[in-house]
């Protein structure tokens, strides 16, 4: 999957009634899932599920976390840069 999907998508997980073959569609408005196997659109619907959500709520904390090291990282400089002006005027 190389296309990230910004918009929470629902996906269905199904259970082909012919083939007893699983699998998960994504449902839009209009679409009318089939069994990828045979073809079969006699089709048991299991569990619903957003799964692009949680990997949009993963995204969301891995930028935070992101966000969070930058600042942290600004903050030692900051210290350092305090440090060294310190130390400097100390010297003199
Ligand atoms: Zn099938």
């Known amino acids: 999957m190389g ?3 910004i918009h929470p998508v ?4 199904y ?3 012919s083939c007893r073959h699983q ?3 994504l449902i839009r408005t209009g679409d009318t899932a089939a069994c990828p196997k ?3 659109g006699d089709l048991e619907r299991l569990l ?5 959500s949680s990997e949009n709520t ?3 904390h891995f ?6 090291a930058k600042r942290v990282q600004k903050d030692k400089d900051v210290a350092q840069w305090e440090y060294e002006k310190k130390h400097r005027e100390e010297g003199h």
């Open 48 to 52: 619903s599920h957003v799964s692009m």
């Open 10 to 13: 629902p996906i269905y997980e």
């Open 3 to 5: 296309l990230r999907i």
């Open 15 to 17: 259970e082909c009634r």
């Open 38 to 40: 045979c073809q079969s």
């Open 63 to 68: 930028n935070r976390a992101r966000q969070a």
């Open 23 to 25: 699998f998960e569609q």
């Open 58 to 60: 993963r995204q969301l």
